[in-house]
Each structure stands twice: as structure tokens, then as C-alpha cells.
């Protein structure tokens, strides 16, 4: 089965955007946003919760740069209380316990 390349939805007729748009329409989460632009020292509109279309697209065209700054296991993804979600070493740690759990029960 061949797999499609993810398409940007269209950017809305308004005249300015909000991160949380800007991010949407990009197809990144804010944290990458952020530590990108903090990374690379460079501010993306005026900051704060204004964005142009122009930045709109500006971001749209550099997001394959944002990959870097995508955990690998959760990608960047939040559960439905809008907190992270749990990461690869957090799963570790509760699998682990689960484990050492059973085999203090079955040792019994």
C-alpha cells in the first residue's frame, strides 16, 4: 500500500492567525515552533499571538525543517486534558513496574 503525502489544508481569507492556527496550518505542534525559533534564533511575525498568511506560508514552506524537534514516540502529540503525552522513557519505567509487580506476585 503506497502512502500519500500529507496535504496542508487550505489557509484560510483572514488577515491574521493565531499560533495555534499557524501550527495547524503547518502541520507542526507549538513546541516545535517555539524551540525551533529559539533554536535558530529566528522570530517568525511580530511574536506572540499574531501571524500574517505570508508568515502562514513562510512556515508552511520551512516546516520539513521542524522535524528535528519531533519526539520520535509521541510525536509531539497531547492527551485529551492537553497535556504531553507520555514519553518513551515514562512507558519504560511503567512497563517496568507492571513487570517487577507480576514477578513479585508469581515469586510468592
Not at 483572514?14 to 524551540?35: G, N, P, W
Request: overall charge neutral.
Amino acid at each position: 500500500m503506497e502512502t500519500k503525502p500529507n496535504r496542508l489544508e487550505p489557509i484560510p481569507a483572514k488577515r491574521y492567525f493565531t499560533v495555534d492556527e499557524l501550527c495547524r496550518l503547518a502541520d507542526i505542534s507549538e513546541e516545535q515552533f517555539i524551540h525551533w525559533q529559539h533554536t535558530n534564533g529566528v522570530i517568525i511575525g511580530y511574536g506572540g499571538q499574531h501571524y500574517t498568511r505570508s508568515d502562514v506560508i513562510k512556515v508552511r514552506q520551512l516546516r520539513w525543517s521542524f522535524m528535528p524537534y519531533i519526539d520520535p514516540f509521541t510525536r509531539n502529540e497531547r492527551d485529551m486534558y492537553g497535556n504531553p503525552a507520555i514519553d518513551a522513557v515514562e512507558t519504560r519505567q511503567h512497563i517496568q513496574s507492571v513487570i517487577d509487580q507480576l514477578n513479585n506476585t508469581l515469586a510468592k
